[in-house]
């Protein structure tokens, strides 16, 4: 049974829009980062999932092992119901956040806040002062992890952190040694250049092979200055964990001695980002129905909302892609709209008031921000539906 026929059966009695995980490419696609990780353990990206039940079920499965939340309110939600070994990955300055870390000694034994500088000490410091009793915060340093060349004049990679070399680092953790009620327990490096960039984007053979030259050197450089890194602030703290990586990166990664576990979402959900890549193939797991709500003109119909933008750099590549059935386009000077998107293309003939057009978002999580519910899927049966973050009424960004 075709992929269309299975989504429209299982979901025939939902009126869409609506939002879909078909959990046996989900199950798929995390055996596949389980093998390339190759027996290191993989942190679940909360933002890339974004549903309390499906984070659950990933935890489930072998070779899985705790969370890389987005937000410090986000983790203490999770902990709040029974989640462990949270780490925010991105630094905080949500006080009130801060207090209630420090002032719950159970939430503070499973979350980990990420600092890269001295001013996060001295911030954390002055939120959490009035809690009493104060528990000791666990704190994870995160350093850059970019490709610089040229003198400095050529970079890629996320600005992240300013803490590069292992000198600072380890100046970085010295300071953390000698602050009561601070404990340095991980260390985090996360190399976008390599993991969220595409090195087979269709229709650029040159600019593939720049990519793919620049990611070989980044990798080379990488292994040398991170494991520098953490030699020198395992001089300093006994780390519990170094991570790094992403769906994009998983098998590079593993292959540093100094690599304790890697980070990887996005590729659960295997957004349309994520297929121009050489190294892994995955399945298309989370998906959205629009329904057909006009036919203005030959091979035209137009759908229900879908101005459902990803985050980044603005272009074709942040819209959704218009995936079941094959065949149907964006028009040009539209382009997906906020209550209503044209599409063009021979598909649309066979097309009816009513019927539905499956869409694949261009990222993996920023999908649950648009839906309430994820309706679970497996082959042409709805066996559940799962809220997301907002349809518990949590919107943490």
């Known amino acids: 049974m075709d992929d269309r026929l299975r989504y429209d059966r299982a979901t025939a009695a939902l009126e869409p829009p609506l939002a879909i995980l078909d959990l046996a490419a989900m199950r798929a696609n995390a055996a596949d980062l389980v093998r390339r990780a190759a027996g290191k353990p993989i942190r679940v990206a909360s933002k890339s999932v974004r549903s309390r039940e499906v984070l659950e079920r990933v935890l489930a499965l072998d070779g899985f092992r705790g969370i890389m939340a987005f937000t410090l309110p986000e983790a203490l939600w999770l902990a ?52 009493r009793p104060r528990a000791e915060i666990r704190v994870c340093m995160d350093i850059d992890a970019a490709f610089i060349a040229f003198g400095g004049k050529f970079r890629a990679g996320a600005l992240r952190s300013p803490i590069r070399e292992p000198e600072q680092a380890a ?38 092979r720049l990519v793919r030259f620049m990611q070989a050197q ?73 329904p057909v709500v006009r036919r203005p003109g030959p091979s035209t119909v137009t759908v229900l909302g879908g101005g459902y933008v990803a985050s980044g750099q603005a272009g074709p590549s942040r819209l959704p892609q218009p995936y079941l059935p094959a065949g149907l386009r964006y028009r040009p000077d539209e382009g997906a709209g906020e209550v209503q998107t044209p599409l063009l293309g021979q598909a649309a003939e066979d097309l009816r008031i009513g019927d539905r057009v499956w869409f694949r978002h261009a990222k993996a999580g920023e999908l649950c921000e648009r839906f309430d519910t994820l309706h679970l899927v497996d082959g042409d049966t709805l066996v559940e539906s799962a809220p997301t973050y907002r349809g518990e009424g949590q919107t943490f960004l």
Do not use: C, W
């Open 218 to 290: 980044s990798a080379r450089e990488l292994v040398m200055r991170r494991g520098r890194i953490v030699n020198a602030v395992r001089q300093i703290a006994d780390l519990e964990f170094v991570n790094g990586g992403g769906t994009g990166s998983i098998e590079r990664t593993v292959r540093e001695k100094a690599i304790t576990e890697v980070a990887a979402g996005s590729g659960l959900f295997h957004p349309r980002l994520f297929d121009f890549y050489r190294g892994f193939t995955g399945h298309p797991a989370a998906l959205f129905a629009l």
């Open 80 to 131: 709040g119901h029974g989640f462990t070994d949270i780490l925010v990955a991105y630094p905080t300055a949500d006080r009130h956040a801060l207090a209630t870390l420090a002032g719950d000694s159970q939430a503070a034994r499973h979350i980990t806040v990420t600092i890269d500088s001295v001013a996060h000490l001295d911030f954390i410091e002055a939120a959490v002062a009035a809690a």
């Open 171 to 208: 100046d970085l953790a010295a300071a953390i040694a000698k602050r009561p009620g601070f404990r340095l327990a991980g260390l985090l490096a996360y190399e976008a250049q390599i993991a969220g960039v595409g090195d087979a984007p269709p229709g650029k053979a040159a600019y593939s």
